[in-house]
């Protein structure tokens, strides 16, 4: 029995592997499953304001190096794009913030259109306290209280 249980473990393993390996070559994440590069869609200059994306609930995010996607939530703040990266309790689980502070050169993708840009990640603790509001309040959980190991913020700027 237990080594039958195994077996299946190492097939689910490996099954897993093929998927998200294969997810790489792919125009874009699949589902949960990181993706490769954001080729479709239009190329668009970033705009001034984002404010036409405060109501959408995610988008795609691709980092140039390595050039993997996501899909991501978003928090629009004073007509600025900014992608929150929530930690869970499982470490190592979450990467990219960490190559974003390697090299900060992004694509975002949000409707249909491609937007070159580079990811800033947000210190100032007055800042963080809003965007911690202004996510409690989208995504209906979390605190509204900034927590900066637990939760660290972007701010999107076009190239």
């Known amino acids: 029995m237990l080594r039958r249980v195994g077996i299946g473990l ?49 988008i795609e995010l691709q980092l140039e190096s390595p050039p993997r996607s996501r899909i991501v939530w978003l928090l629009v703040h004073a007509g600025e794009l900014y992608i929150p990266c929530g930690f869970l309790a499982v470490p190592g689980l979450k990467q990219w913030p960490y190559q974003v502070e390697a090299d900060d050169r992004v694509v975002v993708r949000a409707q249909g259109k491609r937007y070159a840009g580079r990811l800033a990640r947000v210190r100032d603790p007055e800042l963080q306290a809003a ?3 202004a996510g409690a309040e989208k995504y209906g959980f979390g605190s509204s209280e900034p927590d900066p190991e637990g939760t660290w913020y972007f701010r999107f700027r076009g190239r």
Do not use: K, N
Request: with cysteine; proline share 8%; hydrophobic share 45%.
């Open 10 to 58: 190492v097939g689910v393993v490996a099954a897993l592997g093929v998927v998200s390996l294969g997810a790489r070559r792919c125009d874009g994440p699949l589902g949960p499953i990181p993706g490769g590069v954001l080729r479709s869609g239009e190329e668009a200059a970033a705009p001034g304001d984002w404010s036409f994306a405060s109501e959408l609930r995610e």
């Open 131 to 133: 965007l911690a509001r």
